[in-house]
Nanobody
Framework: QVQLVESGGGLVQPGGSLRLSCAVS????????MGWYRQAPGKQRELVAV???????NYEDSVKGRFTITRDNTKNTVYLQMNSLKPEDTAVYYC???????????WGQGTQVTVSS
């Protein structure tokens, strides 16, 4: 019932920028956390950034100062602005939203981000 639609992925050169969007529809429409995860080939899925209902944010250390997560509650959308992209940022990026009453959330289908010369 809850559906997450991601957009904004693609191929960029090192130093470039991308903005990912995740629009959420269906379900209760109210989530405690909204965040972005990524999974590179041969690696575990890892948290990139999360934003809580009240606006508090948390970032993976390697993206601090380069990525910014925001949410627009009127549109039920979470964004990830990615600047100064590096080849090691290459991964499939997944959107995740979680209600306050749950320890697991809903996942998007994933969008590919490739940073390469």
């Amino acid at each position: 019932q809850v559906q997450l639609v991601e957009s904004g992925g693609g191929l960029v050169q090192p130093g470039g920028s991308l903005r990912l969007s995740c629009a959420v529809s269906g379900g209760a429409g109210s989530f405690y956390t909204m965040g972005w995860y990524r999974q590179a080939p041969g690696k575990q899925r890892e948290l990139v950034a999360v934003i809580i209902r009240g606006g508090n944010t948390n970032y993976e250390d390697s993206v601090k100062g380069r990525f910014t997560i925001t949410r627009d509650n009127t549109k039920n959308t979470v964004y990830l602005q990615m600047n100064s992209l590096k080849p090691e940022d290459t991964a499939v990026y997944y959107c995740n939203v979680r209600p306050a009453s749950a320890t697991v959330g809903y996942w998007g289908q994933g969008t590919q981000v490739t940073v390469s010369s």
